[in-house]
């Protein structure tokens, strides 16, 4: 398909491992997004990159996250030392640049138990 | 300021009846107001958005009134249908070149379309 790929779907991990999650955009798409969902909730902004840089990493929660995207396509969100509080569906979403339509993808549903 | 409040919670609708739902916001810089449509276990979806240089905008049943003065705007769906029983989330950002487009998005609103 042509739309946002995230992998994996669900994720669970017990409390303190550290977790990747990958998200593939849409060809072409210059800017990437996360977000994080929490139950019940609207999608909480975490990280934008623009190409390869994160133009704006204001919304990571703290030093536990980071995301990387090093070749200005697929990107990975990594978190640290995982707690329960960070049980939540991930989304990833791009568009063509900044400022235009962003799809999203499916999101990742990760569990910290 | 960054918040956008959203109600109500939860919405139960006839079908073929009107669905509304309201967001408020602080931040007079935002300029952008999409709408997005959720259904369970996916990533949201863009329905309809408006800029704040117009006061309604319509696509098809979707329609979006906003009230600058007020940093009120809504989403009115005519003729709901079952279909329609999604989460709906009303969201805000800056655009501009020196922007990053991050959207900051309301609580959400679950409706269900009763046939």
């Known amino acids: 398909g042509a739309g946002v790929s995230q992998t994996p779907s669900n994720k669970v991990t017990e409390k303190g491992k550290y977790v990747e999650l990958r998200c593939d955009p849409i060809?072409?798409?210059?800017?990437l997004y996360w977000y994080r969902q929490s139950l019940g909730q609207g999608p909480e902004f975490l990280i934008y990159f623009q190409g390869t840089g994160a133009a704006d990493d204001s919304g990571l929660p703290n030093d536990r996250f980071f995301a990387v995207r090093p070749e200005g396509s697929v990107s990975t969100l990594k978190i640290q030392r995982t707690e329960r509080g960070d049980s939540a569906v991930y989304l990833c979403?791009?568009?063509?640049?900044?400022?235009?339509?962003?799809?999203f993808g499916q999101g990742t549903r990760l569990t910290v138990v | 300021q960054q918040q956008v409040k959203q109600s109500p919670q939860s919405l139960i609708v006839q079908k073929g009846g009107i669905s509304i739902i309201n967001c408020a916001y602080e931040?007079?810089?935002?300029?952008?107001f999409p709408w997005y449509q959720q259904f369970p276990g996916k990533g949201p979806a863009l329905l309809i958005a408006i800029r704040p240089d117009v006061s309604e905008k319509k696509e098809g049943r979707f329609t979006i009134s906003f009230n600058k003065s007020a940093k009120q705007f809504s989403l009115h769906i005519m003729d709901s249908q079952p279909g329609d029983s999604a989460t709906y989330f009303c969201?805000?950002?800056?655009?501009?070149?020196?922007?990053?487009?991050?959207?900051?998005f309301g609580q959400g609103t679950t409706l269900q379309v009763k046939p």
């Open positions: 931040n007079t810089a935002f300029d952008y």
């Open positions: 969201a805000a950002s800056i655009r501009g070149s020196s922007n990053t487009g991050k959207l900051i």
């Open positions: 060809s072409g798409h210059t800017a």
């Open positions: 979403a791009s568009s063509f640049q900044v400022n235009t339509e962003a799809f």
